[in-house]
């Protein structure tokens, strides 16, 4: 998505080989116009998917899945991380581990809100190590619905997540694909998709 692209390229900020900075216009403060047209953007390459729902996890995948899932004409879901490992028998949950944090939490989603008859398409801001993204696979196959696919919005590609969610065979489509990137340099894979 050139828009995109445009946009990391001139208000991103590379804090270190692997650690981009995108709190100006993604993940904290928001631009909502680059939102909706993001959402728009998956919407139209997923359109012929028969998704039923959108997922994500919080905090910043909430507004790419509302904005998707506003362009599909579906509900959103997002995930609930919990410290604590309490299991219950009113949610799918799976644990996911932070590389960043050192820790690992729990990820949960109500069992009302997920059954087999759904396709899911999940939303996320960034695809990196992929370990949140594993964990709401592992929701959306405890509940019997269908993973349809991921959209991420910003992916880095010499991270392991790609790899790893492509060996499961779900389709996968980054708005963003950076191949390598340091304090004064960004490489993207071209083309971007749309
Ligand atoms: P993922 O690939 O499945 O997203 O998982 P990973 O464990 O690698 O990422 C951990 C968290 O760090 C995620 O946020 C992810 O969005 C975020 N993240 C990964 N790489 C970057 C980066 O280069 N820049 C920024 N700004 N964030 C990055 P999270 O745990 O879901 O937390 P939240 O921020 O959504 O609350
Ligand atoms: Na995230
Ligand atoms: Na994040």
């Known amino acids: 998505m050139k828009e995109l692209q445009e946009r990391i390229m001139r208000d991103g900020k590379v804090l ?3 650690v981009l900075k995108v709190d100006s216009f993604l993940n904290h403060q928001v631009d909502p ?19 039923t729902k959108v997922l994500t996890i919080e905090a910043s995948g909430i507004h790419f899945a509302m904005a998707t899932a506003f362009a599909l004409g579906v509900p959103f879901i997002y995930a609930k991380k919990k ?30 809100y997920l059954s087999a008859e759904d396709r899911v398409l999940i939303v996320d801001d ?5 370990a949140a993204l594993i964990g709401l696979t592992q929701i ?21 997540g790609r ?22 340099h960004m490489e993207f894979i071209e083309p971007a998709t749309s």
């Open 16 to 18: 270190s080989e692997s």
């Open 33 to 51: 116009q680059l939102t909706m047209n993001i959402g728009q953007t998956f919407a139209e390459l997923f359109k012929d998917e028969g998704i």
């Open 83 to 112: 410290k604590a490992i309490t299991l219950s028998e009113e949610v799918y949950a799976a644990p996911v581990h932070s590389f960043t944090r050192q820790e690992t939490y729990q990820i949960s989603v109500s069992r009302q």
């Open 126 to 130: 960034f695809l990196a190590t992929g």
């Open 140 to 160: 959306i196959k405890e509940s019997g619905a269908h993973t349809v696919g991921i959209g991420a919005v910003i992916e880095k590609s010499f991270q392991e």
């Open 163 to 184: 790899g790893l969610l492509e060996q499961t065979g779900i389709r996968i489509e980054s708005l963003a694909r950076i191949k390598s990137m340091s304090v004064n």
